[in-house]
């Protein structure tokens, strides 16, 4: 697989390393573009939460693109190195913060903030975005009002889903790539 590299913004065509090992799939840059280019300026001042974050390209693009803040959590030690690394590479220790933990612990935990757009791509054919989502759904709470949610996942993964606060408004396939845009109504 061809390097990863920051798209836009005050980090543009930042290199950014890849996770040692096979156990990630980072978001290829068409996908990273047209996922963007659908946030457009929406993402200027935003918080954004990159869960199962693995290299932290999806989190950085959000930051170089004038995100305001983003917290990028992972389990895997070798990704939260690398996710360090890409960090401190473009420069945004400082407007960031990176955790490693596990996803479902740490959504269940009382938020000690809210986010306004938070991105999930989970380890595929696991059923992992659903449980993650339905999670977000019942702890919502996680979500700024009028927040997003976005998850990656392969198409085949995709089966409707029973929500109570979260609902869906937009999805767009990009080859083997889904996108799929959750919204939580303002209060």
Not at 44 to 55: I, N, P, Q
Not at 58 to 82: C, H, M, N, P, Y
Not at 94 to 115: G, I, M, N, T
């Amino acid at each position: 697989m061809p390097g990863i590299r920051v798209i836009a913004g005050k980090a543009k065509g930042r290199k950014l390393k890849m996770v040692p090992g096979i156990g990630t799939r980072p978001i290829v840059d068409r996908v990273k573009q047209a996922l963007f280019n659908i946030l457009g300026s929406d993402i200027v001042d935003a918080s954004f939460l990159d869960l199962f974050a693995g290299t932290g390209s999806v989190g950085i693009e959000a930051l170089s693109r004038g995100a305001a803040f983003a917290l990028l959590l992972d389990l895997d030690r070798k990704a939260i190195q690398t996710i360090h690394e890409n960090i401190a590479h473009c420069g945004f220790t400082e407007s960031s913060e990176v955790l490693q933990r596990d996803v479902f612990a740490f959504l269940k935990s009382s938020p000690l903030r809210s986010f306004d757009m938070i991105f999930i791509a989970p380890p595929q054919y696991l059923e992992l975005w659903s449980k993650t989502l339905k999670l977000l759904d019942q702890q919502h709470a996680w979500i700024n009002p009028d927040g997003i949610v976005i998850v990656q996942i392969d198409p085949s993964e995709y089966v409707p889903q029973e929500l109570q606060m979260l609902s869906l408004y937009d999805q767009r396939k990009y080859g083997n790539t889904l996108l799929l845009f959750y919204e939580k109504p303002g209060e």
